[in-house]
């Protein structure tokens, strides 16, 4: 089993959709979560912490289920610019292994 | 403020050579790290640093070494190049509880 599934999509939606994104973590001791966005052939960057209550960065919305260990981010009113990979990601830092743990991501393919 | 820099962009090397990944941060972070992406494959931890002069091994160290003499560098060196290394490789660098901060990376093809 990997140690953080995703779903690879892709996601083909059109614009001013809302599309949301689910990924399991097998770490039941993992403290901290994150959503990286990797735009095509390009580094990944930081798109949003993800905190246990739920967390809201303008059309996006992350939320967190320690007891399912289950992490999800949605996006509402889709644009052509969220068309991207997002990465679920799980910082081990606290567990021993000094690293982050990246899913293999989710491809969202925003249409006009 | 240049963020992490990573050269080369491209590469490519033929089985069996050597090579050098360079990476260096001027953001004075202590933590750098570097990591492999294969298609359909998350990104993986290579080798890490925890500050000057301190390294370890990732998940996936195998065929790769690090040193880390002073805080702003942290190269990657490729001892004998294999198809398998054939990846796309990031460096990353962060400081505390901050999120990482990736370069831009190096496509690596080994032939």
């Known amino acids: 089993r990997k140690e953080v599934e995703q779903d690879p999509g892709p996601f083909n939606v059109p614009e001013g959709a809302t599309v949301a994104f689910n990924c399991t973590y097998s770490?039941?001791?993992?403290?901290?979560f994150f959503w990286y966005r990797q735009d095509c052939r390009k580094e990944p960057k930081l798109l949003m912490s993800?905190?246990?209550s739920g967390n809201e960065d303008g059309r996006f919305t992350a939320q967190l289920n320690r007891a399912s260990q289950y992490i999800s981010l949605l996006i509402r009113d889709s644009k052509l610019s969220d068309s991207a990979t997002y990465l679920c990601?799980?910082?081990?830092?606290?567990?021993?292994?000094?690293?982050?743990?990246f899913g293999s991501g989710t491809r969202l393919q925003v249409q006009p | 403020n240049a963020g992490v820099t990573q050269t080369p962009k491209f590469q490519v090397l033929k089985t069996g050579q050597s090579m050098t990944l360079q990476c260096a941060q001027d953001?004075?972070?202590?933590?750098m790290s570097w990591y492999r992406q294969d298609p359909g494959m998350g990104l993986r931890l290579i080798h890490y640093?925890?500050?000057?002069?301190?390294?370890d091994q990732g998940e996936v160290p195998n065929g790769y070494n690090v040193s880390r003499s002073t805080t702003e560098d942290f190269p990657l060196r490729l001892l004998s190049a294999a198809p398998s290394q054939t990846s796309v490789y990031f460096c990353?660098?962060?400081?505390?509880?901050?999120?990482?901060?990736f370069g831009s990376g190096t496509r690596l093809t080994v032939v």
């Open positions: 640093s925890v500050g000057a002069g301190i390294t």
């Open positions: 990353a660098s962060k400081q505390g509880g901050r999120g990482y901060t």
């Open positions: 990601v799980v910082n081990d830092e606290d567990t021993g292994r000094r690293a982050l743990t």
């Open positions: 770490n039941s001791a993992s403290q901290s």
């Open positions: 993800v905190y246990s």
């Open positions: 953001m004075n972070h202590e933590y």
